[in-house]
């Protein structure tokens, strides 16, 4: 990371929003990642957690082996709608394996606001980098829609949108770094009920959601990302205007070899507890050298899931007791505890069991977001 990097960290942008990219596939719902688009447009809404008067966009073409032509694009917020400008053209080109970033426009938007993102492909973009589980709507009609109307398709998937930035000038943001639970899955899609809006809203920073489902700690999956480790940098360490991150990765690198009933886990190697420590420690030092504080969380219980065993139970006791006692990590938040059934410590209570006993629900989700504010 070159002098580039922290002039970028310590400009006056914010990132209000984020999701982490993805390879093209079809692991969870159908999606169009591997058909992408040609003369359509598409609209995507979501969700800011910081304000101020301007807004800059960023695209992600970090799975395309070809460049990626955007036509033209809009943004839009309170019914007020401004195209999107790149080095002052009208229409712009996400290189092959990497970004594209407009200008900046004049809008103003409020932390808890909405805004949608329209952008218009007047050729073929090839299959699109993406990032699979949005649990929010996203649009796609043919032709130039920059207008709103018009759309005919829908999907629950983001595309090409990595991160949208506001001026606000905070550098109090932090950062959710998981998997599926991090990601939102069981809390209620389109209601924004996520542990990142919950934080969110009682902690008044800006707290981005850096979560892909299935994601692994050590390994990488041609569905759920490239491992942690490897996206630390990308998805954490480069957004704007981020002074923590809460680690709550592992639990699929320890429970996926417990089941040969799932084909999109694998490849899943049997892991030490050792192992997992291993990549922790590497996230924290990477961490306190851009000037990141790296709370860790313990995994949530998870027994009677599809992810338990003899062996994962051993290996996630052992992580989570490193977690809360080694020392090493900035702070602790102890989700495993808050978490627990009273009755059976290794489940998850049943009040905040999505149904899986592995992923929580919308109850859930608020509390492991007190819990984070309390350990802030």
Not at 52 to 58: A, C, D, I, L, P
Request: with cysteine; net charge negative; proline share 5%.
């Amino acid at each position: 990371m070159g002098p580039g990097f922290l002039l970028e960290r310590c400009a006056m942008f914010t990132t209000a929003w984020t999701a982490s990219p993805q390879l093209p596939s079809e692991g969870f719902t159908p999606n169009w990642s591997r058909e992408g688009f040609w003369r359509q447009s598409l609209r995507q809404v979501v969700r800011l957690s910081a304000g101020g008067e301007r807004v800059r966009v960023r695209f992600s073409n970090a799975y395309g082996n070809s460049p990626v032509r955007v036509a033209a694009g809009a943004v839009s917020a309170g019914g007020v709608a401004v195209r999107l400008a790149f080095g002052g053209a009208g229409e712009g080109v996400m290189p092959a394996r990497g970004e594209l970033v407009s200008d900046p426009v004049q809008l103003a938007v409020a932390a808890g606001e909405s805004v949608a993102v329209t952008l218009y492909f007047d050729s073929a973009t090839g299959p699109a980098t993406f990032h699979a589980q949005a649990f929010a709507t996203s649009h796609r009609g043919a032709g130039c829609l920059l207008d709103g109307e018009g759309f005919s398709e829908s999907s629950e998937s983001w595309y090409f949108l990595s991160a949208v930035e506001t001026d606000s000038g905070r550098g109090d943001g932090i950062v959710l770094f998981g998997d599926s639970i991090t990601d939102g899955f069981g809390s209620t899609p389109g209601a924004d009920r996520r542990w990142s809006d919950a934080l969110a809203s009682r902690t008044g920073r800006p707290v981005l959601n850096a979560g892909i489902g299935g994601n692994l700690l050590l390994n990488d999956s041609a569905w759920y990302g490239e491992r942690g480790v490897r996206r630390f940098a990308r998805d954490v360490l480069r957004l704007a205007g981020v002074d923590t991150v809460v680690v709550l990765l592992g639990l699929n690198d320890i429970g996926f070899s417990e089941t040969d009933l799932q084909p999109t886990y694998k490849p899943a190697p049997v892991v030490s507890s050792g192992e997992v420590i291993g990549g922790y420690r590497e996230l924290i030092r990477r961490g306190r050298a851009c000037g990141v504080a790296v709370i860790g969380a313990t995994l949530l219980p998870f027994g009677g899931s599809d992810h338990w065993g003899e062996r994962a139970r051993k290996v996630s006791h052992e992580v989570n007791e490193w977690v809360r006692c080694a020392g090493e990590f900035s702070g602790v938040v102890d989700l495993n505890r808050v978490m627990a059934d009273p009755g059976d410590p290794d489940r998850l209570h049943p009040a905040y069991d999505f149904g899986d006993q592995l992923h929580p629900n919308d109850e859930g989700y608020g509390v492991m977001a007190e819990a984070v504010v309390r350990c802030l």
